[in-house]
Each structure stands twice: as structure tokens, then as C-alpha cells.
């Protein structure tokens, strides 16, 4: 836990210094509400700033949108590689044999801030036309530790702005702040331990001087939470467990005499949302644990697989809505819950759009976490005839039953040890962000899509060990996956488009007024029409796209960043379905184009 | 290179079946996982040291990622990528192991190892187009003979008839400043602060 004194307090007239030093003189055409301070007005007004990326899902409300216009249907024909860098953190460490790039670059006044998958912070100054590094802060990650109980690839998906100071977490459970001048850590904290399986890969959200951390483990026997860190003290303000204590309201969803909410799962490793209307943060919740096994843990197994809305001051939780109660496919909630107002009869709808691995995708009304409608967003899905339309739980699902079978003949089960199963267990859709455009009122979702065969594994208690997966079985992969970029007109609530790719959608969208961008994993970077989702521009970048498009603007000019780097779970777990990207070197690159 | 078959399987081996050979390899996985067989003292107590023979294998057991599916302590187990079996509780031979990382096992996810494996070299006498979607994966790194022989040895020495993983295991392995090894410690291990790490600001 290292201090180091005298970089929290360099003073404004220094930083204002380095910054003109760095923008070679620039700082006059700094717009005058672009300070250099992130605070909780910035935040809350990035659209004041649409140059500025500030927000991991780049608004509250994660809408991945931007006004940026200069590249539109006319001129993206023209866009080109304007710079790139090579980065680091590929190397191996646990059950990895090398890292990949998830993340999306945070951009503020013609600096980027991004991270590689062990939590290395770069800043990059984009002035004048080309990258610059102006600092790296490397955390040590303790490969080994973390990377042995990551299920999912080393991953980090990015920082968070407050102040002078960069927020970003580790692999190993810390939550560290740089300053941004200098790149030294100001201060670190732990927040999670890699000694119970847990780990960090998501992005800090920002609210009211507090970072919120969401936690990974669900596939080793943690007990999910979100946990707030004051940014002035360090000290921890709330930490809200997903899964109910002993007593707590939904306790009595969990019937097992295993005591299997203990080890209940509940991970929340995607950055949520905020509505600052109602000073409510909504977080999507994972997986139970064992993730096959569920007559190990009969009951509807709250919060897991949920959107959980928390008062933000508090942590309190306002309300859930589960998606796959008692769910025996490891279909995880934890995506962004997207805040949209739209047109109602009785006034603004104010909803909460999450597109889960189960292949459905939910509008529910956020004041009061009631469904409002939903549909299936893949072409195929098995394990259920779909959504109830009144509750939209999956019409199988029975209340009195403790543990469910939905459509049991492909359901796993201690029945049915070996099933084939649509959507497979990566979605649906999986972390990969989605994307709304608030002028066409479409919501556009990276889709992965997966059939997958899973072999259930009997648990009990006695296999419940530290640091050990505790799943209940495991998947493979005989089945070939493919993707799709796929929209949803918000105000029907109906597919209004589809962009089938040959490969699944790893990386997330970017929406501006009139384009998609997208990626795929086999390298290419595309730019689609934002209402018929028809190809404008392709581009190769030899890597594999895993991570979502951003863009910004520096000295008045409109540029796209990408990270690519294929790694996460993909190329370890899931590869056999899609053999073409074994070629797929690792690798570690920021790409950033313009016209 | 086949360890040594029951009477029925060489007469099955005599005619290059290759679905029977497969049926083969599966016999005699299953035979391994049922046999009991009495925990080998020298699995627990020898440990990886300077001067230890099988350091070199130890190393090729890092460098081929055997341990992103066995895991450092070689109990592999379920998960994301399936069912990696327990080297901890294998009755393979020095030979079968050998033969095993060589050519994999065809219809799981363990890889084959070796250079022109199912080509050149016959894997449990077939050759790709014999194995056909029997066929295991390619390894991402390819050993030589003699790193076959020393993972082999090492797994024998340190891994095979072993226990539990115990912390004086984890940290002859990692020999190194992380914290992997922390939870094997038994409490008189831990020192007085070991459970302030978490939660709390520093």
C-alpha cells in the first residue's frame, strides 16, 4: 500500500503549466468549460463537451453515442489510419498464456487514458495529428495470483476520470488513483481478493466522489457485490452483496441446506449506469454458482442474474428484475443497463434496456423495475418458448417449483447431464457493449450467435475449495458461432435491422447520428449505416477486435480509437467454434483513424 | 511409442483400427480414473529444488501452459474448459504420459505436443485422416522429445500420487513474490496481519 506524498496537491497553476507545456501552446483553444478537473458537473453534462469521452459507456445513461459528426454516411468512405501504438500487458500469468484489450479509452482535451489487460494506465497526448506517450503507470499486477482465478481472460476494460486523478482497478483487486500530470499513484486500496476468487476487470463508474466497483468470481464461489469508495478519504462507503444475507430480504430464494448462497455467485464485472433524477445506480448482476448444477441451489437465487437498481448515496437496493431465476445455463445478467426516456401514453417512459446472455432483450420501467416488453434479439434460442408477456419471465418458469427445468429436454440437469443449448452460456450477449441512438430511437446490440453442448457436473459441498472453479460442469464447443450487429427500435420494442458478421461480436458499438461502428474478432473495424446497418467502410487491423470503438475529438478534428488485441475468454474457452481464429495472433495495439 | 496394451487391444492394434484405437485410449483413461491406487510418498514430500533433476521439466510444465488446464497443482479439474483430468490421481506410466502429451487424446481438449504428431509421427496408430474428427488439438507450443521426457519425469516426481497441494509445493513451484500461494498456508504459516488485506483502506 504505497502513499506517495505531494502529487495530490501540485497545485492548479502547475498543472494548468504542464498543460500548456504538453499542448505545445494549445491551451487558448481549450473551450473554457473543458477544465482540466473532472467533477461531478462535468459528469453529469458531458453532451456540453462532445469532444471529450469522459464516461466509460461515454454518458450516465451508457449510451455509447456521440454528436460527432465531422465522419457520417457521406465521409467515412475516406477515413483512414491516422496513428498507432503498440502497448503492453500481453504477458502470461495464472491459467493465461497472454492478455488481451478490452477496454474503452477514456478521452478529455486531446489525451487519451487507457488501460492494457494487467491494469497498465497509458496516457496519450493525440495533438497534432499523432500518439505521444506521456506516461505509464504499472500497477505490478500479481499475475500469478489473479490470473489463476480470472475465468475469463486478463482483462481491464478501462479508467474513470475525478479531479486530477485517473481511477482505474486491477486484476488483483485494487482500486488505484494517478495522478494525472505525473502518473504516479497518488493512492491505492483494496477493494477485492483474489483469495476468494474474486477480481476485478470492469471500469470505475464515477458518481458524486465516490467510485463504484463492480467484482468477477462467479466461476470460483464468490458471493457478488458493488462496493462504493469514497475519493476524498479512501475509505469504503457501502458494499451492497448481491446475494442476501442470512435474514435479508430474498434470502428465502435460495432453499438449499447447502448453504449455497455462501458461495452463490452474483458477480457484477460490467461498469452500470446511473439516473441522477432519482440518485439511482443500476448494475447488472451474473451468474449463480455452481453455474450448471442448479438443483445444487434450488429457489429463484436472487439477485443473480438481475439488474439491481441501488440508491447511490446508500447502496441500498431499490428494486431487481431477474431475467433466468434458478438459471442452470450461466447466463449472466451483468450488462449495462441502458436509460432510456422515450414517448408514452402517460407521459415519458422512463426504461432500463438490457440485452442478456439468455438471447432476450428487456425494457423495464426504472422507477419501478417493472417489465415493459421484451423479445429474443438471436435467431435461436431453445431453452425457453419465450417471455411471459405480462411479467416477462420465461413462460416455463413456475413459482412453486424450487428447482427449474424450463424446456427440460435440453435444459442441464442432473437428468440430463450432456445438452446441447441455445443460446450457448457466452450469449446472447455478452460484456461487449451496446449502443442507443437517442435521435433514431435504436438501440443496437453486439450479438453473439451460440449454440454450445454442457456437461453437468453433480456438486456438493465437499468440492467447494478456494481458488478452485466451482461450476457445476463445463461447456464445448461442436457447434460453429457467428455474430450479428442487431437493432431494436425502442419505441416498438420490435428488430428493426440485422447485420449478420461470420463471427461473434467480442467487441461492443459506437453509435453516432447517422453510423455504427463495430468489430469483429478476425480483425476488421467496420462502419455500418445507422438505419440499415448496410457496410460503409471496412478496415483490417490484422489483430482481433475485442474491444469497443470510442471517438473524440483533438485541435477541432474527429477521430475513432480502438484497442485490439484479441484475448479474454474467447481464445482459450470458446475457440474451437470458431477454428478460423486460431490464427488470431495476441496482440496489443491502440489504432485511432481519421479522414 | 503405445504403452503396453491388454491382449485384446493389441489384437485391435494389430489391424490399425482406428476407431478402436480411440476406443482404446478411452479404455484405458477409464481404467486409470477407476483403479485406486495408494498415494506415493515421494509425490508429497520431494520437492522442486536448485539441484532437482526435474526443474527442466517443471519448466517445460510452465512454458507449455500445462498448467492452464491442469493448474500449477496438476488437479485440474471442471470449468470453462471442460474436465482437465487429475495428474494428481493419474495411474498413468512414465510411457503413457509420454505417449499422451505427445499425441493428446483424441476427442478431449488435451493437445498433442509433438512435432508432425497423426503425420510423421503415428499417435495410437493413426494418422490424421484415421483420427479424423477424433483428431486433438495442436498445442500452442510444440515440445521436443527430451522436454517431453522431462515434463513427463517431473510430473512422476512432484505431481502424480501427490495429496492435497500443500504451500511448500506452490511456493517450490512459483518461487517468486506472489501472493498465489497464501491460501495453502496453515494458520501457524500466516503472519498476523494476513487477514488485514482486505477491505480496508490503506
Not at chain 1, 102 to 126: C, M
Not at chain 1, 428 to 440: E, F, I, S
Not at chain 2, 52 to 75: E, I, L, R, Y
Not at chain 2, 128 to 150: F, N, V, Y
Request: charged residues 20%; aromatic residues 8%; glycine residues 12%.
Amino acid at each position: 500500500m504505497e502513499r506517495l506524498s505531494g502529487h495530490a496537491t501540485i497545485t492548479r497553476r502547475a498543472r494548468l503549466l504542464a498543460i500548456a507545456a504538453a499542448t505545445g501552446g494549445m491551451l487558448a483553444a481549450l473551450p473554457a468549460f473543458a477544465a482540466d478537473e473532472v467533477n461531478q458537473e462535468r459528469l453529469l453534462n458531458v453532451d456540453k463537451e462532445p469532444g471529450n469521452w469522459l464516461h466509460h459507456h461515454q454518458n450516465y445513461s451508457a449510451h455509447r453515442f456521440s454528436s460527432l459528426k465531422e465522419i457520417n454516411r457521406d465521409t467515412v468512405k475516406n477515413l483512414k489510419v491516422a496513428w498507432t501504438m503498440h502497448l503492453g500487458g500481453i504477458e502470461p500469468g495464472g491459467i493465461w498464456s497472454h492478455g488481451g484489450l478490452e477496454g474503452t479509452p477514456i478521452a478529455e482535451n486531446g489525451f487519451l487514458y487507457v488501460t492494457d489487460g494487467w491494469g497498465s494506465v497509458y496516457k496519450i497526448d493525440a495533438h497534432g495529428g499523432r500518439g505521444q506517450l506521456v506516461w505509464k503507470m504499472d500497477p505490478k499486477t500479481d499475475r500469478d495470483w489473479a490470473g489463476a482465478v480470472a475465468c475469463c481472460g486478463v482483462d481491464n476494460r478501462g479508467v474513470a476520470l475525478w479531479g486530477n486523478l485517473v481511477i482505474s482497478h486491477t486484476l488483483d483487486g485494487r482500486l488505484i488513483a494517478t495522478n494525472k500530470e505525473t502518473g504516479q499513484v497518488a493512492w491505492q486500496r483494496t477493494v477485492a481478493d483474489p483469495d476468494k476468487g474474486e477480481v476485478i476487470t470492469g471500469a470505475p463508474l464515477i458518481v458524486k466522489n465516490m467510485a463504484i466497483t463492480g467484482v468477477a468470481g462467479a466461476e470460483y464461489g464468490i458471493r457478488g457485490w458493488i462496493a462504493a469508495t469514497d475519493l476524498t478519504t479512501q475509505k469504503e462507503l457501502w458494499r451492497t452483496h448481491t446475494i442476501p444475507g442470512k435474514g435479508e430480504a430474498g434470502s428465502d430464494t435460495w432453499k438449499d441446506s447447502n448453504n449455497a448462497a455462501a458461495s452463490g455467485g452474483g458477480s457484477t464485472w460490467v461498469t452500470g449506469s446511473y439516473d441522477p433524477a432519482t440518485d439511482t445506480i443500476i448494475w447488472g448482476v451474473g451468474n449463480p454458482g455452481p453455474d450448471w448444477d442448479n438443483e445444487y441451489r434450488p429457489g429463484d437465487n436472487l439477485y443473480t442474474d438481475s439488474s439491481l437498481a441501488l440508491d447511490a448515496t446508500t447502496g441500498k437496493i431499490k428494486w431487481h428484475y431477474q431475467h433466468t431465476p434458478n438459471d442452470p445455463y450461466d447466463y449472466d445478467s451483468v450488462a449495462e443497463n441502458v436509460l432510456v426516456d422515450i414517448p408514452g401514453p402517460s407521459g415519458p417512459r422512463k426504461l432500463a434496456l438490457e440485452a442478456d446472455r439468455n438471447g432476450f432483450a428487456y425494457a423495464i420501467d426504472r422507477t419501478t423495475g417493472k417489465f415493459i416488453w421484451g423479445l429474443p434479439f438471436v435467431k435461436k434460442v431453445t431453452w425457453t418458448k419465450g417471455l411471459d408477456p405480462e411479467s416477462g419471465k420465461p413462460i416455463e418458469y413456475d413459482a412453486n417449483k424450487p428447482v427449474q427445468t424450463y424446456i427440460a429436454s435440453v435444459t442441464p440437469s442432473r437428468t440430463n447431464l450432456e445438452t446441447d443449448i441455445c443460446p450457448g452460456n457466452m450469449g446472447g450477449k455478452n460484456w461487449p457493449p451496446t449502443a442507443y441512438n437517442p435521435d433514431l430511437k435504436l438501440w443496437y446490440i453486439p450479438v453473439i450467435e451460440s449454440c454450445n453442448r454442457i456437461k453437468v457436473e453433480v456438486m456438493t459441498p465437499d468440492k467447494l475449495k478456494p481458488r478452485e472453479f466451482w461450476t457445476g460442469g463445463g461447456p464445448s464447443q461442436p457447434f460453429k458461432i457467428t455474430g450479428s450487429v442487431t437493432a431494436i427500435d425502442v419505441t416498438t420494442g420490435k428488430i428493426a435491422g440485422k447485420m449478420e458478421t461470420p463471427f461473434p461480436n467480442l467487441g461492443g458499438i459506437l453509435a453516432t447520428p447517422d453510423l455504427v461502428f463495430s468489430g469483429q474478432p478476425s480483425g476488421e473495424v467496420m462502419a455500418l449505416d445507422a438505419k440499415s446497418l448496410q457496410k460503409l467502410w471496412e478496415f483490417n487491423t490484422g489483430g482481433g477486435v475485442n474491444a469497443p470503438p470510442m471517438t473524440f475529438t483533438v485541435d477541432g478534428k474527429q477521430y475513432l480509437a480502438i484497442l485490439v488485441g484479441l484475448g479474454g475468454a474467447w481464445d482459450k474457452w470458446f475457440i474451437d467454434s470458431t477454428p478460423e481464429l486460431k490464427k488470431i495472433q495476441p496482440g496489443s495495439m491502440l489504432y485511432v483513424f481519421a479522414l | 511409442m503405445p504403452g503396453p496394451p491388454t491382449s485384446s487391444t493389441r489384437d485391435v492394434m494389430m489391424i490399425f483400427n482406428a476407431s478402436s484405437a480411440i476406443a482404446r485410449i478411452l479404455l484405458m483413461s477409464v481404467v486409470a480414473l477407476i483403479l485406486s491406487m495408494p498415494a506415493v510418498a515421494f509425490g508429497q514430500s520431494a520437492q522442486a529444488t536448485a539441484s532437482d533433476p526435474t526443474n527442466a521439466g517443471k519448466a517445460v510444465f510452465s512454458k507449455a501452459n500445462c498448467m492452464g488446464c491442469h493448474k500449477w497443482h496438476g488437479n485440474g479439474g471442471g470449468g470453462y474448459g471442460g474436465d482437465a483430468l487429475s495428474l494428481r490421481k493419474t495411474q498413468l506410466t512414465r510411457e503413457q504420459i509420454i505417449e499422451t502429451v505427445s499425441c493428446g487424446r483424441p476427442t478431449t481438449g488435451m493437445p498433442f505436443f509433438v512435432r508432425g504428431a497423426y503425420d510423421e509421427v503415428k499417435c495410437y496408430g493413426m494418422n490424421r485422416a484415421e483420427a479424423g474428427s477424433h483428431m486433438p488439438p495442436e498445442a500452442g507450443t510444440l515440445l521436443r522429445q527430451k522436454d517431453i521426457e522431462a515434463v513427463a519425469d517431473y510430473v512422476l516426481a512432484h505431481i502424480k500420487g501427490a495429496g492435497e497441494p500443500t504451500y511448500a509445493e506452490c511456493v517450490a513451484f512459483f518461487s517468486s513474490t506472489s501472493r498465489v500461494c497464501d491460501i495453502y498456508k496453515t494458520q501457524a504459516q500466516k503472519p498476523d496481519d494476513a487477514t488485514t488485506s482486505t477491505g480496508k483502506s490503506q
